[in-house]
């Protein structure tokens, strides 16, 4: 009997020491799935605890987008619960502090000291990434039944707030341990052409709060066209259309961007898709030798295009604060003819003129985007512009500060990615073969699926579906997911929130995490489905 008992204990004790070894291994995330290793490969899970009674080692949180290290540990973890509040240690997070504190239905606290139950925001300067850029790090700890959230700044904060409310989404609980994220690219962008199709502010907000909610930084708003000019103009209000943004729904919008630490970057298309601007101003239409009118495409002889434009660009400069700004420059006309010199010599004169006697149509093209971006120095933006607006050859270059918003290789004359970041350009990644929706699905558009975003495309995917070397994986900013409206009536309001849901988590998932996905498409829909 006593040699019995010594067995089935020594069995008991083999069986708890499996089971123990089966607890503690990183196996998977908080829905059962498998969690993402870290970056290096190695075991992002702390040594463990000495076991208790009670709890098991926890797993990885599941967001999206998925957080970078997740340390786990013992504890019952957190939720919001009756009595629970919010405080922060500085009251340059109390936006921060009042919004999550509404969205947890917890009571907002200020300055008060943490207690069980709370959750703490917490700026914590010294972390600073120290080579000056804008840090969006952040630390998530949940222990003792508190968390807590510091960053460097207060972005990194913010997003430390969204990775919670998705962790508790639905009754569930916060996962005790330490979460330590980052993002891997610095520009997370969403653009919406609001000038071929009217989006009413109360859509534009809704979609401010789901790009806060998913880590996004960047908002694009397309909103001077052929078709329409949609925000108000006091400098030129002939050319604005009837259905529009007044500025001060603009500033409404920009006030609830910042508060998700979200920059609008504005767009005035020049010099072409500047239909609207023609149709008030008929004699700034450019014409060949026949007569014809070049669609949306001004004469950049005549100076007074230059004037109006640069008109728009510092009465918006001021209405927009953010820290960047898209010039455009793309699908000029005159340079989509066989001979531009020939079918426009009123151009070929004027680039001579300017540049020398071996200047072209293209170098007068590339002066006028100087010239704007010189508009808009004092203001001291980021500017970017469309890869078919940088022309190779000439004697005329664009301006280095200038970075390239790289959308096609399809347009005439376009060059491989590769050629800029050879050149030393930075790069931002709007590659229509997977980050453009194009209402209608015209010429070759199909709308993208968050599924082929999700499995086959990377920032460094920014022509069709060959990534550059990863060699220039720092000169690539990052990405934006568009939206054109170039079929407007093809779908409402609605339906493009609807279409656009999954793209947008799955682009932001590949912009943020540059691993391989840890679950499967199946399980990254159903785990959008459940944190919102």
């Known amino acids: 009997m006593i040699q019995r008992r010594f067995a089935l204990a020594s ?20 829905d059962g799935g498998p969690a993402h290793p870290p970056s290096d490969n190695k075991s992002a899970v702390s040594p463990a605890p000495s076991p208790t009674k009670s709890y098991p080692l926890s797993k990885a949180p599941a967001t999206i987008p998925a957080v970078r290290e997740h340390s786990a540990a013992r504890g019952p973890g957190w939720k919001p619960a009756d009595g629970g509040r919010v405080v922060t240690g500085d009251e340059d997070l109390a936006d921060e502090g009042k919004l999550l504190a509404g969205e947890l239905k917890l009571a907002y606290a200020g ?41 460097p700044e207060e972005a990194g904060v913010f997003y430390g707030t969204r990775t919670l409310k998705q962790e508790v989404r639905g009754d ?18 969403f653009m919406i052409d609001i000038a071929r199709k009217h989006f009413d502010a109360k859509w534009i907000e809704d979609r401010v709060r789901e790009l806060g909610d998913l880590k996004y930084n960047e908002l694009g708003l397309h909103f001077s066209d052929d078709q329409a000019f949609r925000i108000e103009s006091d400098s030129h209000p002939e050319i604005v259309s009837r259905d529009h943004l007044t500025k001060a729904q603009v500033r409404r919008i920009l006030k609830l961007a910042a508060s998700r630490h979200i920059t609008v970057v504005p767009e005035i298309d020049s010099p072409g898709h500047l239909g609207t601007v023609i149709a008030a101003h008929p004699s700034l239409q450019l014409r060949d030798t026949r007569g014809v009118a070049a669609r949306g495409a001004v004469d950049i002889s005549k100076p007074q295009a230059a004037e109006i434009v640069d008109d728009l660009l510092e009465e918006y400069a001021d209405l927009f604060p953010g820290r960047y700004w898209h010039l455009g420059a ?49 203001f001291e933006r980021g500017l970017r512009a469309w890869n078919d607006g940088f022309f190779s050859g000439g004697v005329e270059k664009a301006d280095e500060d200038l970075d390239v918003a790289y959308w096609t290789g399809k347009e005439i004359g376009a060059r491989e990615p590769a050629e800029y ?65 170039d079929l407007a009536n093809s779908q409402t309001q609605e339906q493009v929130a609807q279409g656009i849901r999954m793209p947008l988590r799955a682009t932001v998932q590949k912009l943020w995490d540059a691993r391989e996905p840890g679950l499967s498409w199946r399980e990254f829909v159903k785990l959008a489905d459940r944190t919102g």
């Open 11 to 30: 069995a008991a004790l083999v069986a708890g020491a499996v089971a123990l070894a089966v607890a503690v291994w990183p196996g998977g995330g908080s």
């Open 330 to 378: 793309d699908e000029y006309r005159a340079l989509t003819v066989a001979d531009p010199e020939a079918s426009y010599p009123q151009l070929a004169s004027a680039a001579r003129e300017k540049y020398g006697s071996d200047a072209r149509v293209q170098d007068l093209a590339t002066g006028w985007l100087n010239d704007r971006a010189e508009t808009m120095r004092p």
């Open 172 to 189: 569930r609980t916060a996962p005790e341990g330490v979460v330590r994220d980052e993002p891997a690219k610095p520009q997370r962008g």
């Open 421 to 485: 970041l050879k050149a030393g350009r930075k790069v931002i990644n709007y590659n229509d073969e997977y980050l453009y929706y194009v209402l209608g699905q015209p010429n070759t558009f199909r709308y993208p699926t968050g599924q082929r975003i999700y499995e086959q495309w990377t920032p460094l995917v920014i022509r069709g579906t060959k990534p550059v070397d990863a060699k220039y994986d720092d000169q690539i900013l990052g990405g934006s997911f568009a939206v054109w409206c």
């Open 111 to 151: 300055d008060a000291d943490p207690r069980k139950g709370d959750v703490e925001l917490a700026l914590d300067p010294e972390g600073a990434d120290a080579s000056g850029g804008r840090d969006e790090s952040y630390t998530l700890s949940v222990k003792g039944q508190r968390v807590k959230i510091t960053a």
